[in-house]
């Protein structure tokens, strides 16, 4: 069993940054993948970005390489999300999860869930 707790949302203006924290206990997750995903008001929920397990490959949305960075320390069982030039269409609740399955970018991959960061971003 693996617990996530995410930390770090809050509301920003338009361009500034974010880093979202996800901290795992229960077990050690250096060596399984990590993923965020968010979901907006009346939205899907949907891939944000996931890590290997060494942390030496990251895949990312369309909608946000390039502006966002995750990164990991397997050392504190914690992944990051680097959130740079926000927008307002990135306001979410921030979810980090662990996978059980191949597809990182799918969402019934991942058996465990953190309880989501709210992310607010103004115009």
């Given at each position: 069993q693996?617990?996530l ?13 974010l880093?979202l924290?996800c ?5 050690t997750?250096?060596n399984?993948?990590?993923?965020w995903?968010?979901q ?6 949907e891939?944000?970005?996931a ?7 990251t895949?990312?949305?369309d909608s946000?390489k390039g ?5 990991r320390?397997?050392?504190k069982?914690t992944?990051?999300?680097q959130?740079?030039?926000?927008k307002p269409e990135?306001t979410?609740?921030?979810y980090?999860?662990c996978?059980?399955g191949v ?5 019934r ?7 989501g ?6 115009a």
């Amino acid at each position: 069993q693996v617990q996530l707790v995410e930390s770090g949302g809050g509301l920003v203006q338009a361009g500034d940054s974010l880093r979202l924290s996800c901290a795992a206990s229960g077990r050690t997750v250096s060596n399984l993948a990590m993923g965020w995903f968010r979901q907006a008001p009346g939205k899907e929920r949907e891939f944000v970005g996931a890590i290997n397990r060494s942390g030496g490959r990251t895949y990312y949305a369309d909608s946000v390489k390039g502006r966002f960075t995750i990164s990991r320390d397997n050392a504190k069982n914690t992944v990051y999300l680097q959130m740079n030039s926000l927008k307002p269409e990135d306001t979410a609740v921030y979810y980090c999860a662990c996978p059980n399955g191949v597809d990182l970018s799918a969402a019934r991959s991942y058996a465990y869930w953190g309880q989501g960061t709210q992310v607010t971003v103004s115009a």
